[in-house]
């Protein structure tokens, strides 16, 4: 790693991978542009429910409402997915057949919608402990941001299946190379805004 | 493509820089359960004054996160100038953006006499 020159965020092809590696120079710095703007409107949606946090209006606040054993499962379902999309990342640089390739990205996908599952039931067992969206400051908030986080690896998972399909049909050309270069970006970028949410909305909200 | 002369050479090549990349994934996850698993439990069994575990796992998610960029993102100072310019700009914008919102709704809130911790009680 120390002598390879990077030429873009995320797994570099190389050369062995033609043209895919070429196109791949300007097209991920692009896609990097737009997580940075991404980053951005997270930054703002954190800053709204730090401001809010203690607007409970005399409704449930975060200990009535957070389930730490619900969240660290998430995180470590996140962590696990994060992994497994780097080998599919390497499965595709090094060449390895395709059922690989395939097969780390239906398990990243797998863990996508555990989590997912997991995320959903948490809103759910809030909403049933009174904690709806319309309560109060806090939970509006609350509402804004970590859906927000869950709708973006939702947008994984669809763009996921997606490449699975266009793999199916087209093979592993240039086009499921970026494809799958620029989800691997979004996807540990999604897994670099969960640790702020598990830190600031989860263990901040129940230290 | 690969060039045929030296498909032998350039295999073993590959096997050698896919065990590194692995071994470099390993680690990173390897990293950041550590860095999961410590604020959790800091948290969960409450060993803490609530400042300083504030303060704690705030670090530990700062490390996180630079594991992250540095071991899934491949971050890190061999890279093309304007990429780590580009994320050095986006999280100065970022602080500032953040940092002076909470600064300014606290203050604000301050001025309006509503009390941070207590907030009224409305019907």
């Known amino acids: 790693m120390s002598h390879e020159v990077m030429h873009h965020p995320g797994i570099n092809l190389g050369p062995a991978h033609g043209e895919a590696n070429e196109i791949a120079k300007t097209m991920l710095f692009g896609f990097w542009a737009f ?42 379902l996140l ?19 395709k059922t690989r390739l395939v097969q780390w990205l239906l ?12 995320e959903v039931h948490d809103f759910l067992t809030m909403i049933a402990k009174g904690g709806t969206p319309e309560r109060s400051g ?22 996921l299946i997606c490449l699975i399909g266009q793999m199916a049909r087209y093979g592993i050309d240039t086009q499921v190379k970026l494809g799958v270069l620029r989800l691997a970006l979004f996807w540990h970028f999604l897994d670099i805004v969960w640790i702020a949410i598990f830190t600031i909305v989860y263990l901040g909200g129940l230290a | 493509m690969i060039d045929q002369t030296h498909d032998t050479e350039s295999a073993a090549a590959r096997q050698r820089g896919w ?15 550590v860095l999961t698993l410590v604020p959790f439990a800091l948290v969960n069994w409450g060993v803490m004054a609530r400042k300083a575990l504030f303060i704690t796992i705030g670090a530990f998610a700062l490390v996180q996160m630079i594991v ?21 700009f986006s999280t100065l914008l970022l602080f500032l953006m953040v940092a002076g919102t909470i600064w300014i709704m606290a203050s604000l809130a ?4 509503v009390p941070m911790h207590m907030p009224p009680a409305y019907p």
């Open chain 1, 35 to 76: 997580l940075m703007s991404d980053a951005i409107l997270f930054g703002m949606v954190f800053a709204s429910y730090v401001t809010s946090v203690h607007a409970t209006a005399g409704g449930p606040g975060p200990k009535d409402l957070y389930n730490i054993r619900s969240a660290f499962i998430e995180t470590l």
């Open chain 1, 79 to 97: 962590l696990a997915s994060s992994f497994t999309f780097g080998m599919a990342s390497l499965a595709l640089k090094y060449k390895h057949s």
């Open chain 1, 107 to 118: 398990v990243t996908l797998l863990l996508g919608m555990a989590f997912l599952g997991f």
């Open chain 1, 138 to 159: 806090f939970i509006s908030a609350f509402f804004d941001l970590v859906p927000l986080h869950g709708l973006h690896v939702t947008g994984g998972c669809i763009w």
């Open chain 2, 19 to 33: 065990r590194r990349e692995f071994r470099s994934y390993a680690w990173g996850v390897g990293l950041a359960l």
């Open chain 2, 68 to 88: 992250h960029f540095r071991f899934f993102l491949h971050i890190g100072f061999h890279q093309k100038r304007e990429d780590l310019q580009l994320i050095l």
């Open chain 2, 110 to 113: 301050g001025r309006m006499a």
